[in-house]
């Protein structure tokens, strides 16, 4: 694997909240142009990964962007420097409507440019036109997730990072929302999940990272996964 088809890599990474260390040296990567998927029971460090490296969760470890050690860099310059983030719990702003939600989303942009292409974010989430008006808490969970997701997008970034996105929504918006990711790498974008849903998961994903106990226990191109055995694993 040619150092150019890695957008992004963490090196031994630690992380910890206060005493408690959650992250035990992780080393993983995003190939650019695919979906990279996390996967792992509750509580082994998935989420804790995407917040360090977001930096929302610091660590002196090696995060690197594009070439660019970041993990030295705020939260804010990692979203100006490209990369989309889509939390747990989608953090939608409750009291402003749909639109001004999206807007929020490009103060992330690496130029002036504060709008953005309603066509093509109401094309891929319809359902946020119509709702376009109607206050951001106001909304089903799977139409949260969908304006996260549009207001991620709105910021222009090379790697969309996305925790759960299926938690709590019924199946029909899921189907939606792979449909739409899968769009979206087939036009270059790089998407790096954690997921728990397997069925979802396999619908997108071209590399796997296992994760137990704060390490990844396992990573692998999907050709060379055990499905069953990692179904197994996930749920015990």
């Excluded at 360090?52 to 690197?64: A, E, L, Q, S």
């Excluded at 490209?82 to 103060?107: A, D, F, H, M, S």
């Amino acid at each position: 694997m040619q150092e150019k088809d890695i957008i992004l890599e963490t090196k031994g990474v630690h992380a910890a909240y206060g005493e408690s260390r959650i992250l035990w040296g992780v080393d993983m990567e995003a190939r650019r142009g695919k979906v990279t998927t996390i996967m792992g029971r509750n509580g082994v460090g998935k989420t804790t990964l995407l917040r360090t490296i977001m930096g929302i969760v610091r660590t002196k470890d090696p995060i690197i962007f594009n070439g660019e050690e970041i993990q030295n860099r705020s939260t804010f310059k990692r979203a100006k420097k490209g990369i989309g983030y889509v939390p747990q719990g989608r953090e939608i702003i409750p009291k402003l409507t749909v639109y001004e939600n999206i807007l929020i989303g490009t103060e992330s942009r690496n130029d002036s440019v504060r709008s953005f292409d309603e066509d093509e974010i109401y094309g891929l989430f319809p359902i946020l036109k119509d709702f376009r008006h109607r206050l951001g808490g106001n909304l089903s969970g799977g139409q949260q997730q969908q304006l996260a997701i549009a207001r991620a997008l709105v910021g222009k970034p090379d790697l969309l990072i996305l925790d759960e996105p299926t938690e709590g929504i019924q199946p029909s918006i899921t189907y939606e929302i792979a449909d739409v990711l899968m769009g979206l790498v087939e036009k270059g974008m790089t998407v790096l999940l954690v997921e728990q849903k397997l069925n979802f998961a396999r619908r997108l994903s071209d590399y796997y990272f296992i994760m137990d106990r704060g390490k990844v226990i396992k990573s692998d191109h999907k050709d060379n996964i055990d499905f069953e055995q990692l179904k197994n694993y996930l749920s015990v």
